[in-house]
């Protein structure tokens, strides 16, 4: 992959992106260190020539840089929160970004889950209403009704899920109930 320099254009022209999106925009994956080594330069420069204009462009892209780290931010913060309702697909993460989201996404489950299911009654009974399958078919990665993520699954795979669940996949014919004989 061809790496883009990085320019005061192409920061407006990102920050502007991220501004008018809902969703996060395809940023450079090298975005932050490339312009953390572009701000360096831009400093030196500016220090050698005592060059004002320079200065003020410096300023100008941190507090871009800062808007859009923000944005960005914010937009995790709630995907994080939506996927953690309603399995979501979150597009055009950084690495630090998605390591980010998983753990915020990680806690958000877990808290929904220790909280609704003390306020709901549901520890017991969701214990109860797990059941054994066996997968006759691939099933990709899903999140159950009790809202814990599943999968994904291979043929002749062996899981415990939630009957809803297991109901839903035996109709579609992906799974067959595991019934132990005693």
Not at 70 to 89: D, L, P, T, Y
Not at 173 to 178: I, S, T
């Amino acid at each position: 992959m061809v790496e883009e320099t990085i320019t005061f254009e192409m920061i407006r022209k990102i920050q502007k992106e991220e501004a008018n999106s809902p969703k996060l925009t395809k940023i450079p994956e090298n975005f932050y260190e490339s312009v953390k080594n572009y701000l360096r330069q831009k400093k030196s420069l500016a220090e050698k020539m005592g060059d004002k204009k320079i200065s003020v462009e410096v300023k100008n892209v941190e507090r871009l840089v800062e808007d859009i780290f923000n944005r960005r931010e914010r937009k995790i913060v709630s995907w994080a929160v939506n996927s953690a309702r309603a399995k979501i697909n979150v597009e055009n993460l950084l690495e630090e970004e998605k390591d980010f989201f998983e753990k915020i996404l990680n806690l958000i489950k877990s808290r929904r889950e220790k909280i609704l299911n003390e306020l709901m009654g549901k520890e017991e009974s969701q214990k109860e209403s797990l059941s054994l399958v066996i997968f006759k078919e691939s099933v990709p990665e899903f999140v159950g009704v009790d809202m814990k993520t599943y999968g994904p699954f291979e043929k002749g795979d062996i899981a415990r899920i939630p009957e809803e669940n297991m109901k839903i996949l035996v109709e579609k014919g992906l799974a067959e109930e595991f019934k132990v004989s005693k």
